[in-house]
Nanobody, 125 residues
Framework: VQLQACGGGLVQAGGSLRLSCAAS????????MGWFRQAPGKEREFVAF????????SYADSVKGRFTISRDNAKNMVYLQMNSLKPEDTAVYYC???????????????????WGQGTLVTVSS
């Protein structure tokens, strides 16, 4: 699976951005998808994941109620709508497709085998 993320940019605190991730190469609908982020000097952290059908989603406590993950299996796309952005949301955001054979929790990076190149989100105060 090849993943291409886009939609990052510079936004003021309180603003919104929508990240998109285009997938190609294999049956997209067969994969749980996740969004992670990595701020400078910090480890990569879980943001959200979505099940293969889109019926199940989960979020990090830090983004719950502000971010929404969604997918369109017909278009091989996964999205992250980010509202009420805060300066602490500044990071490179990565989309990822699961390793189907992994038993790691879906909130762990180790669960995911395929990663996009990342898109930078900068939130100014």
């Amino acid at each position: 699976v090849q993943l291409q993320a886009c939609g990052g940019g510079l936004v003021q605190a309180g603003g919104s951005l929508r990240l998109s991730c285009a997938a190609s190469g294999r049956t997209f609908s067969g994969y749980f998808m996740g969004w992670f982020r990595q701020a400078p000097g910090k480890e990569r952290e879980f943001v959200a994941f979505i099940s293969r059908s889109g019926s199940l989603t989960s979020y990090a406590d830090s983004v719950k109620g502000r971010f929404t993950i969604s997918r369109d299996n017909a278009k091989n796309m996964v999205y992250l709508q980010m509202n009420s952005l805060k300066p602490e949301d500044t990071a490179v955001y990565y989309c990822a497709a699961e390793n189907i054979g992994s038993r790691s929790p879906y909130a762990w990076p180790a669960r995911y085998e395929y990663w996009g190149q990342g898109t930078l989100v900068t939130v100014s105060s």
